[in-house]
């Protein structure tokens, strides 16, 4: 892509083909360009725009994210990322978790792989957390999408149902209730306490 491209979030569709898909610099180039509109890639290379989340999923994913970083605070092995880190997987596509964790063997792949911005690696862990408007289904197929392409572990939180979807490599997702969730694998020893999440969805 050899000039900016710049998107209008209110007035094009949340999702954009290209006639020939981009290819990660072009679509690397085209975050750049439009730094105020996350964008994700799907693996077919259709463009997902989306706009500024809600005041209460914002407020949900600031509480996600603090209680993952005082879990790494107590060994700051590896790393952990918000929202608006984005990753190259192996299916072409290009993902943005919630929030995400990264072990030290896998931060290792990123001086083979690492691109200007947007690395060719896949978190070990990532949450994903419903916002009102969001789709279940299309929720879930990213959370699947997050599994076939390496996840060790990842969990859909929906606020609206108070339910935590579990997804793990080979095995069905389950759905989970409760105050808390603990992690095992790759966040063995995280326990996301959920009633400070769900505080954030109360009127």
């Keep these: 892509m050899s000039t900016a491209?710049?998107?209008?979030?209110?007035?094009?569709?949340?999702?954009?083909?290209?006639?020939?898909?981009?290819?990660?610099?072009?679509?690397?180039?085209?975050?750049?360009?439009?730094?105020?509109?996350?964008?994700?890639?799907?693996?077919?290379?259709?463009?997902?725009?989306?706009?500024?989340?809600?005041?209460?999923?914002?407020?949900?994913?600031?509480?996600?994210?603090?209680?993952?970083?005082?879990?790494?605070?107590?060994?700051?092995?590896?790393?952990?990322?918000?929202?608006?880190?984005?990753?190259?997987?192996?299916?072409?596509?290009?993902l943005s978790p919630d929030a995400s964790y990264m072990l030290p063997e896998t931060l290792k792949k990123f001086g083979k792989k690492g691109g200007a911005c947007i690395p060719h690696v896949c978190p070990d862990f990532v949450i994903e957390l419903r916002s009102r408007t969001d789709s279940l289904a299309n929720a879930k197929e990213k959370m699947s999408n997050w599994i076939a392409n390496g996840v060790g572990l990842g969990w859909l939180i929906d606020p609206n149902k108070r339910t935590i979807f579990e997804y793990r490599p080979n095995v069905d997702p389950v759905a989970l209730s409760g105050d808390l969730i603990r992690g095992s694998g790759p966040v063995e020893g995280f326990v996301l306490d959920l009633r400070e999440v769900w505080s954030c969805f109360e009127s």
């Design 5 to 94: 491209f710049y998107l209008d979030v209110e007035t094009l569709p949340a999702r954009l083909t290209w006639e020939r898909p981009l290819s990660d610099d072009e679509f690397e180039a085209l975050c750049l360009d439009n730094e105020s509109v996350q964008l994700e890639r799907t693996k077919t290379g259709e463009i997902l725009m989306h706009s500024p989340t809600r005041v209460d999923t914002s407020d949900g994913n600031s509480e996600i994210n603090l209680q993952l970083r005082n879990w790494w605070k107590t060994h700051r092995r590896g790393k952990v990322y918000e929202s608006n880190a984005g990753f190259f997987l192996d299916d072409t596509s290009m």
